[in-house]
DNA sequence: GTCTATATTCCGATAGAC
DNA sequence: GTCTATCGGAATATAGAC
């Protein structure tokens, strides 16, 4: 893939998650990259191709942590989530399924299948950490994994929007007290960056 | 205060719930509304006074909740909340803390602010009812209701996002684990419409 | 208080030269 | 692959008549 491509990609990303989709422009990119509009329409001919490209690649980083970490207890898959969300948090930067879902109706079709198979394969990755530190022992939880999965990720998601709002240290107590609800002997901050 | 300008605010606040402030125009209120653009700009001279008032309807709507419920339990409250946001699921509507937050670096400073004051204001609501609940022996939680009114505000908020692009049972999976988590003797199933 | 009319700016998108 | 140039449309916003 060219440079000016990723480039694209990589601020759109981050753009996203700053302003959000319907927030950011095409100048917005084309000006910090010293390109014209047209170069980015060149890659991407309409605004959606390039929102389902920022998916797409998120897609594939998740399958990356996802293989990346499967020789991992399923205690450190979870620093690992937390870990990024943190960082993210620090960056003001929310999730993508934060900035994305609430805008979700407003996007074509396609782009709105990209939103949830994104959706659906972070939930399926958390589900699977947690089922594995459960039956570690290092964490407890009632029900089913993929139950307990929606309430991480809501929790991680919301912290990020709420951080923003009300204050950076939101992140960590919210974190916190969800640790602390399955029983983890670890908190946010035994994270090494 | 006029019909009108009764009729924009309450038009506004579907459109940000449903397509996000950045996402809706003066035009896709002036028209089901059979009114000219002017006509609204004559009630709100920018865009971010419409968010403004639209909040400040809120922060009011939150303020009639907790007065109108002073005397019902805890338990009682937490139910009319959770009320609330399932008849928003129903309607796709997702609340504004989950459309206004990921927007908030896109808002002009005063409008970030009654942003962070409805936050404020929501949050202290709910901790107040879990503090309650929690005396009354109908619900258990560890640590400052605070900290658990940012959860309870995060699967609630959460919910409303997932439920749009996974399928509207995922309320009620995300708030019966909630509720199971704090030791609830009730379900969302429970609550009368 | 609502209208017509319009200013202004910005946006996404495309044609065609290099 | 990137540019210049431009189109068509939509957005926010305002002036001034009624």
Do not use: L
């Given at each position: 893939m060219s440079d000016t491509k990723e480039n694209i990609i990589g601020l759109a990303d981050e753009l996203i998650r700053k302003r959000g989709f319907n927030a950011f422009s095409y100048n917005d990119i084309a000006v910090p990259l010293a390109v014209r509009n047209a170069a980015i329409h060149y890659y991407f001919p309409a605004k959606s191709d390039l929102g389902e490209a920022v998916i797409e690649v998120e897609l594939r980083r998740v399958e990356e942590y996802r293989r990346g970490s499967e020789r991992l207890t399923g205690e450190e898959q979870l620093k690992l989530l937390v870990g990024v969300f943190r960082r993210n948090n620090k960056l003001r930067m929310i999730c993508l399924m934060g900035s994305l879902t609430p805008d979700?109706?407003?996007?074509?079709v396609p782009m709105r299948r990209k939103v949830k198979e994104m959706c659906l394969s972070i939930l399926d990755w958390v589900a699977e950490s947690l089922e594995k530190a459960r039956g570690e022992g290092k964490l407890q939880f009632e029900g089913e994994a993929g139950d307990r999965a929606l309430l991480v990720i809501s929790t991680l998601l919301s912290s990020l929007l709420l951080s923003r709002v009300l204050g950076t240290n939101i992140f960590e107590r919210m974190l916190d007290q969800l640790l602390q609800d399955m029983r983890a002997d670890w908190r946010v901050k035994d994270i090494k960056l």
């Open positions: 979700y109706d407003t996007f074509e």
